[in-house]
């Protein structure tokens, strides 16, 4: 069959190559991609956000699956452009990928479905989010509404801040028309974890867990990007924690988005707190999350096409989901000055050492291919994986790794996964 990915990034990349390991795939296409992706797919050159481009395309080249990896044309509605088209899609049709692409709406369903999150309230008006915050107590957290690229987020720890935020997100309007709504939202303390799911409209199955590194710098110091760094599976997702996630959150969503009329097929990703008072969500995707699939997927051991087409289908209860029982650590190689200001166009050397290593993989973020080789097209750049026995080999491995390649202006954070020795 022939499989066309949409989407640029190092999820992609992930996607891409568990795509390519199936048996049932004769052709991938991937539309935009990027410098690694091209080593597996032919990439076409068209815009995720050009639906009737990628539609087109589809058609011409009788493509059998398309997967959506992205946020923006899932919330855009591409699924259903697809869909319309006659064309087999994973991913969310549009009033399900709301889920994702507004965080008032996704907190609404949870308060009128008691699925467990923190307190909060949604604002149109500035004046009026900013009188209300005056009442509460910090920190607190700033929510846009809408999508901006996994950095619509801040914790303001007083008032000042909290009112500087405001005015950042919905009068100067820093992460754009995401910040025509905010949720100003609980502070929770506690563990970050992540879980991926598939989704077939009722049937829910989760993938192992991962957490992730948001901040820039070690310490979990400056600016939130788009992703550091993750490491899977956490120590922190306890048995325990499963049983309460599967009794109260994962069908729950499931269920409410049913009843609501908004079934969802595809990904779910749950972002979770782990609170003294039990899990809690923080936020929900509606697609692989970026870094998580690049130590997730390498760990499944079940032929990603046939689950895609289960959720497709509606028969996801006859998949027996599996994980290999091992870890998997990835560190993001970024451009310094990620994510505010910082170059492209720096020459990527190395990346042939990773060239039959079992267990070791680079996927590529912000890459391009040009006349002076594969260089450099974005903040982050590559995600360095690696699995191992256990947590702190696949770490070892993983920066062991980050040595193999190098580029003008390479930056990462050297404590990934450093949770794991608290554990």
């Known amino acids: ?43 076409v050159a068209i815009g995720a956000m050009e639906f009737d481009k990628l539609v087109d395309f589809a058609k011409e080249t009788a493509i059998d699956l398309v997967i959506v990896g992205m946020d923006d044309p899932l919330v855009g509605g591409l699924v259903d452009k697809m869909e319309e088209a006659g064309i087999r899609t994973f991913g969310p049709r549009k009033n399900a990928a709301i889920l994702e692409g507004s965080k008032a709406f996704s907190k609404d369903l949870m308060k009128k479905y008691n699925i467990p999150t923190a307190a909060y309230e949604n604002f149109d008006d ?41 005015k950042s997100i919905m009068l100067d309007k820093q992460f754009g028309a995401a910040g025509t709504r905010m949720v100003v939202e609980e502070f929770m303390t506690g563990r970050e974890v992540s879980v991926l799911s598939f989704v077939d409209g009722k049937t829910i199955k989760t993938m192992t867990s991962a957490q992730d590194h948001k901040r820039a710098k070690d310490g979990d110091q400056g600016l939130n990007t788009g992703g550091m760094g993750t490491f899977s599976p956490s120590p922190f997702y306890t048995e325990e924690v499963d049983e309460f996630c599967k009794k109260y959150i994962y069908q729950a969503t499931v269920d409410a988005m049913a009843a609501e009329g908004r079934e969802f097929k595809g990904i779910i990703f749950f972002g979770l707190m782990l609170t003294p008072n039990g899990p809690r969500v923080l ?11 690049q130590v997730v997927l390498p760990r499944m051991k079940n032929d990603i096409i046939e689950v895609m087409e289960a959720c497709i289908d509606g028969t996801l209860d006859k998949v027996d989901l599996q994980f290999e029982d091992n870890a998997a650590v990835c560190v993001v190689l970024a451009s ?49 994986t690696a699995k191992g026995k256990d947590l702190k080999e696949a770490r070892a491995n993983a920066y062991e790794a980050t040595k193999w390649v190098n580029f003008d202006n390479k930056y990462m954070r050297n404590d990934i996964g450093k949770a794991i020795d608290e554990a």
């Open 1 to 43: 069959m022939k499989v066309l990915i949409v989407g640029s990034g190092g999820r992609e990349h992930a996607i891409a190559a568990s795509v390519a390991k199936s048996e049932k795939v004769s052709k991938i296409y991937c539309a935009p991609g990027n410098g690694g992706i091209s080593q597996i797919a032919e990439c």
């Open 126 to 166: 500035p004046d009026a989010a900013m009188e209300y915050i005056k009442k509460g107590n910090f920190p607190v957290v700033l929510k846009a509404d809408g999508l901006a690229l996994g950095k619509g987020v801040l914790i303001c720890n007083t008032l000042e801040e909290a009112m500087d935020g405001v």
């Open 283 to 293: 936020e929900y995707n509606a697609r692989f999350g970026d870094p998580e699939a």
């Open 336 to 384: 310094d000055g990620y994510p505010l200001a910082y170059e492209k166009g720096k020459v990527i050397t190395g990346l042939d050492n990773f060239e039959g290593k079992d267990g070791y993989y680079c996927f590529h973020a912000g890459t391009k291919v040009t006349e002076e080789g594969l260089v450099t097209n974005g903040g982050r750049v590559l995600g360095i």
